[in-house]
């Protein structure tokens, strides 16, 4: 019976009112037919059950046609005042009440719990769970919706849940105002449903990460969880239970630091990838190499120095606490206020190449960078924003790197659900080197232009590209990679797409493939390219027809009226030449 | 004790034996079966439902059911005696007596069960 509890949680609150007002239309009947009456010809007589009951009907909804069915005595008339009086305090108890519950809290809050499980309950096409709206929801959430997926998000915040309906979006996301820690609302939020594609946990809080991952891995094992991690702690113990992706925004930008220094282009090409739908490439860029200060020792202070070391740089701290003892790295140290000019001088930034201004707060960041501008305007600066609202600010100031935690994690996130194959990809992107990277990026750019392309990927599998599976188990001729990209409406032209990758049961996936490459059934090719190139490819896939055009260039008739005349005209062709 | 449960019981019972004295007699004589008892069995039957609603437990819908049942059939056994009384031809004879009891026993049938239920989940209840 749980289906309607708002309903009975409703109804019992009525019960008072509606017992109040059986009594009164009990007693008001009873006392009319009770009382002696007089008919129209003013013999003595008695007012039925039914017509008490149909006097009262009207008069006490205020409706009143008059005395039916004689006129009354003056003894029905006084007892009449008396119910009047009662009924009406009995209906406006009753409306007091029903008003007062539409009022309350509890029951609103019950009924928006009932209609969201509802809602969830009819939700059939994939979708994703998203733990925590903030601003690494919002941002995946678009990307989610680009990608074709419905998304149910979960936040504490009611007021971000009620942003949900505002974002412009293809499908809304279904919203819920609840703790996620409370793994009812996980299942609420359809955990056990099949079309469930993945959990993402993704809230400011590392515990309550941990609680959806423990949640997901106990209640639906299947599912792929996605969790933020910001201490090395939490990584460590979701990890230990086999969470499927982990995600810490200071260690991944630890990590790209680390890569900008060593190879720029594999940098670019990475964080154009992974881009969020829209967005452009970046100019490359490339940290110097030198003498670094890093402003703030928290967890991003450190994995910035740890980055650093790796490079092995001079690296100066500078914090306002002072230098922890245990597993202290052998770096200078300046314990001091953060924004003023004396400490950063102590911290040699005149002979410096860099800062990064990686405390806390947002408006802190900014003064250090600003301050260390004007005494070493030469200055690589890397600029920490913490919140969304700071981007005025920080566009102001022109930062060489900003990074964004929610937006590293939105791009980590991203790159997992857009398609498994560009994970392998990135892989490859990371251990190549930086002219490999600078030909792709160029190779791409000629190609599609500087937006972050639409990656797809296709499997030759008989379900997903059931024309071009076919062909390969059953012709002789090959298909080459190139043909692939091949247009529908005229076989010489190209789409605007590149093959990045081509996968082949589990043997090492090759990375920018030669278009002369000859594929085979359950091959998996990672494309780039635009969305209308997609589409266009896709008839090829699936299509006999548009197949045969594509890899022969014989417009093949389609239904068999077609089929028998272009045999007749065949035939008649035959006869012509003999 | 309960206030709550006293006044539960209380309505239920007085629901089934109020229609139970309507129906007792016999079911041809409309001189057994006085209309007052018929009235206070359809307000009361009205009460008790009213009281049972909310409950979202799976006995408290059987409940529920029960009560609804009662409520049709008193109902019913209302609108067929309105009709004889002001829409036909014929003064209120043993065949209209007859059909009016017989439906008001269906309502104690009812009725009954939703006592035997109520006494079924007393006893259940360890304290």
């Not at chain 1, 819920?176 to 359809?190: E, F, T």
């Not at chain 1, 806390?360 to 501008?373: F, K, M």
Request: proline residues 5%; charged residues 20%.
């Amino acid at each position: 019976m749980t289906m309607s509890t708002p309903l009975f949680l409703f109804a019992r609150q009525l019960r008072a009112p509606l017992i109040v007002l059986i009594a009164v239309y009990a007693i008001g009947i009873l006392g009319l037919v009770l009382i002696p009456a007089r008919d129209s010809s003013g013999n003595a007589a008695s007012m039925s059950f039914f017509h008490a009951f149909y006097f009262l009907s009207y008069t006490a909804t205020t409706i009143g046609y008059g005395e039916l069915p004689n006129a009354f005595t003056d003894a029905q008339r006084l007892w009449v005042t008396v119910v009047i009086y009662m009924s009406v305090l009995g209906w406006a108890y009753l409306i007091a009440t029903l008003i007062s519950l539409l009022h309350d809290r509890a029951l609103t809050e019950a009924i928006k719990a009932e209609r969201v499980r509802r809602e969830v309950r009819r939700l059939h096409e994939p979708f994703f769970i998203v733990c925590g709206f903030g601003e690494t929801g919002t941002l995946i959430h678009h990307a989610i919706d680009h990608a074709g997926y419905r998304c149910v998000a979960v936040d504490v915040d009611p007021a971000r849940v009620v942003e949900i309906d505002l974002a412009h979006l293809k499908a809304t996301a279904i919203g819920i105002s609840a703790d996620v820690r409370n793994p009812g609302i996980l299942i609420d939020a359809g955990l056990k449903k099949p079309a469930c594609q993945g959990v993402l946990a993704l809230t400011n809080d590392d515990h309550a990460n941990l609680a959806v991952a423990l949640a997901v891995r106990l209640l639906n094992p299947a599912v792929p969880v996605l969790a933020r991690s910001q201490s090395p702690a939490t990584t460590a113990t979701m990890q230990a239970f086999g969470t499927d992706h982990i995600v810490n925004p200071f260690a991944t930008f630890g990590a790209y630091l680390s890569l900008a220094m060593q190879s720029p282009g594999s940098y670019r090409l990475l964080s154009w990838l992974t881009g969020l739908p829209g967005t452009t490439l970046d100019a490359e860029t490339c940290p110097p190499r030198g003498r670094w200060i890093v402003c703030g020792y928290g967890q991003f202070g450190r994995e910035v120095v740890d980055s650093l070391r790796r490079e092995v740089m001079p690296i100066c701290i500078v914090d306002a606490a002072p230098a922890p003892d245990a597993g202290w790295p052998t770096a200078e140290y300046v314990c001091g206020p953060v924004t003023d000019r004396g400490t950063l001088l102590s911290a040699g930034i005149a002979d410096a190449v860099g800062i990064v201004a990686g405390t806390g707060d947002d408006v802190t960041n900014l003064a250090i960078a600003i301050t260390a501008r004007t005494i070493n305007p030469r200055l690589y600066v890397i600029l920490r924003q913490r919140l969304r609202a700071s981007q005025p600010l920080t566009d102001a100031y022109d930062a060489d790197i900003v990074m964004v935690a929610s937006e590293i994690v939105a791009h980590e996130c991203i790159a997992v659900l857009r398609t498994p194959l560009l994970a392998r990809y990135l892989a490859v992107v990371r251990s190549r080197d930086d002219a490999w990277a600078d030909a792709v990026v160029a190779r791409l750019e000629g190609c599609l232009g500087t937006v972050t392309p639409e990656l797809w990927t296709v499997r030759l599998t008989d379900k997903e590209a059931p024309a071009i599976a076919t062909w390969l188990r059953t012709e002789a001729a090959k298909i080459r990679l190139s043909e692939l990209s091949r247009d529908p409406s005229d076989r010489d032209a190209t789409l605007d797409c590149v093959p990045l990758l081509v996968a082949r049961d589990q043997a090492d996936p090759l990375a920018m493939p030669d278009p002369a490459f000859e594929l085979a059934c359950d091959d998996a090719v990672l494309f780039a390219g635009t969305l209308a190139a997609r589409n266009a490819q896709a008839q090829t896939l699936v299509n006999i027809n548009v197949r045969d055009y594509v890899l022969s260039g014989r417009e093949v008739p389609g239904g068999h009226v077609w089929e028998w005349l272009a045999n007749r005209r065949d035939r008649r062709g035959l006869a012509v030449h003999t | 004790m309960n206030l709550e449960k006293v006044v539960f019981g209380f309505f239920i019972l007085l629901a089934a034996t109020l229609n139970f004295g309507f129906v007792y007699g016999d079911p041809g004589d409309p001189e057994h079966h006085h209309v007052y008892e018929f009235f206070a069995a359809i307000v009361v039957n009205f009460i008790a439902t009213v009281l049972k609603v909310g409950e979202s437990t799976q006995i408290g819908a059987l409940h529920l059911a029960t009560s609804l049942v009662a409520i049709l059939q008193l109902c019913a056994a209302a609108i067929v005696w309105f009709w004889v009384a002001y829409e036909s031809q014929d003064a209120l004879g043993v065949r209209h007596t007859v059909a009016i009891v017989s439906l008001a026993a269906g309502a104690l049938l009812a009725n009954l069960i939703s006592v035997v239920m109520l006494i079924i989940e007393t006893t259940l209840q360890r304290r």
